[in-house]
Antibody
Framework: EVLLVESGGGLVQPGGSLRLSCAAS????????MSWVRQAPGKGLEWVSG????????YYADSVKGRFTISRDDSKNTLYLQMNSLRAEDTAVYFC???????????????WGQGTLVSVSS | QSVLTQPPSASGTPGQRVTISCSGS????????LYWYQQLPGTAPKLLIY???HRPSGVPDRFSGSKSGTSASLAISGLRSEDEAGYYC???????????FGGGTKLTVL
């Protein structure tokens, strides 16, 4: 059974940093692209960042480029999102999502975690 | 402002057929697969349709997807109360080198 469990969310002040983790199980983690997708309160889904499988490259939405860094540790089956220079508009539930293919543009998001809430406020 | 355009709301009565549209451009829907996700209140999104018109196992055949040019649509036939949810279309965008979502359509079953 595929399982994705996010952690690391919380309340942080504007300008602060936070690191999210997504522990994966039930599939060969290194073989698949992984992404972070967020949802601000009462709003729609927004793709944040993705990492192709098998040592592939990283991708970012313009809204987070230069502030967020995605990484993965295939030995620990874990995806990370380092978030720096956080802004109020980054407040959202952050979901970890598994791609259906190693190449990020080819696969659907076939499994999702339950999400972790990030609140940016003073 | 989302890159993919969906109507914010849709509604129907039990048993009816409803469709939700999704409009994009040549850099996303026109050149890549289109996907649909269902999000029940308070839960994570769930894959509903992949590669334009394929259903994952477990998704009822009441749900169907289609794509033509730079537009796509999701059809739900035999509407049921449990279909009341948010529906999102998504596609890879070659110009942005990233995934783009529609703004979402809230479906109400009257």
């Amino acid at each position: 059974e595929v399982l994705l469990v996010e952690s690391g969310g919380g309340l942080v002040q504007p300008g602060g940093s936070l690191r999210l983790s997504c522990a994966a199980s039930g599939f060969t983690f290194s073989s698949y692209a992984m992404s972070w997708v967020r949802q601000a309160p009462g709003k729609g889904l927004e793709w944040v960042s993705g990492f192709s499988g098998s040592g592939g490259r990283t991708y970012y939405a313009d809204s987070v480029k230069g502030r967020f860094t995605i990484s993965r540790d295939d030995s620990k089956n874990t995806l990370y999102l380092q978030m720096n220079s956080l802004r109020a508009e980054d407040t959202a539930v952050y979901f970890c999502a598994k791609g259906g293919d190693a190449y990020i543009k080819r696969g659907e998001f076939d499994y999702w975690g339950q999400g972790t809430l990030v609140s940016v406020s003073s | 402002q989302s890159v993919l355009t969906q109507p914010p709301s849709a509604s129907g009565t039990p048993g009816q057929r409803v469709t939700i549209s999704c409009s994009g451009s040549s850099s996303n829907i026109g050149n890549n697969y289109l996907y649909w996700y269902q999000q029940l209140p308070g839960t994570a999104p769930k894959l509903l349709i992949y590669r334009n018109n394929h259903r994952p196992s477990g998704v009822p055949d009441r749900f169907s997807g289609s794509k033509s040019g730079t537009s796509a649509s999701l059809a739900i036939s035999g509407l049921r109360s449990e279909d009341e949810a948010g529906y999102y279309c998504a596609a890879w965008d070659d110009s942005l080198s990233g995934w783009v979502f529609g703004g979402g359509t809230k479906l109400t079953v009257l």
